[in-house]
């Protein structure tokens, strides 16, 4: 059964979250909220995590496109190849935002990415996975929550979440209603960013 914690923005517990980094050290699954939608995350270095967070998913790791969540731009050299000034200039201009990126991966990235010549990095402008990963000391693997409602593309109501969820992770973060406008996917593999999904970052 899911543990509900109630976190918000403007002063997060800081005990609380001690207690998702403990469940992710432990190889737990968490719901937390970002500046966009509500994700699912997992310790990207916990292969059974990474392997319970595609099984909900309902896709085989191995084919799986899982974010990487980063608090700032000093993690992109841990996971990606060098990347030119240009480049450089344009990420800091957008991170921390509602953008993820696609850039090509180096050979460090977790045995769950393995493979993998792009990974999809993001630093979402939101204190509480900021937090979590600060506190953790290293990313997070994330997917965002999608909705069965046709109309309704992500689910925004965390109670409702939480009810969905219940027996399939081990955290949910109530922060209050979640945005419903996903993150906008720019491919930087080409050296010319290339908007792949226009969701709520504007470029």
């Keep these: 059964m899911a543990k509900i914690l109630k976190i ?4 997060p517990r800081e005990d609380l979250i001690d207690e998702v980094v403990k469940t992710l050290k432990n190889g737990g699954l968490i ?8 994700a699912l995350g997992c310790n990207i ?15 085989k790791l191995e084919k799986a496109q899982f974010s990487i969540i980063c608090n700032d731009l000093s993690h992109l050299s841990e996971f990606t190849r060098p990347i030119d000034t240009a480049t450089f200039r344009f990420l800091k201009n957008r991170i921390p935002g509602p953008f993820t ?5 180096n050979k460090n990235l977790p045995l769950a990415y393995k493979g993998n010549k792009t990974v999809g990095i993001r630093v979402p402008d939101h204190p509480i996975p900021k937090m979590i990963v600060e506190k953790l000391g290293h990313p997070i693997a994330s997917t965002s929550i999608k909705d069965d409602d046709e109309v309704i593309e992500y689910s925004t109501d965390p109670e409702l979440i939480a ?5 399939l992770v081990d ?6 209603y979640g945005d419903n406008i996903a993150s906008t996917i720019v491919d930087l ?3 010319e960013p290339e908007v792949m999904r226009q969701g709520k970052g504007v470029l």
């Design 8 to 11: 918000y923005p403007d002063n």
């Design 31 to 38: 719901i937390y909220p970002s500046d966009t939608v509500y």
């Design 45 to 59: 270095f916990d292969i059974r995590a990474m392997e319970k967070l595609a099984q909900l998913k309902k896709i």
């Design 101 to 105: 990126f696609i850039m090509e991966a």
């Design 163 to 167: 009810e969905k969820y219940d027996h």
């Design 171 to 176: 955290i949910v973060i109530d922060s209050g």
């Design 189 to 191: 593999t080409s050296g």
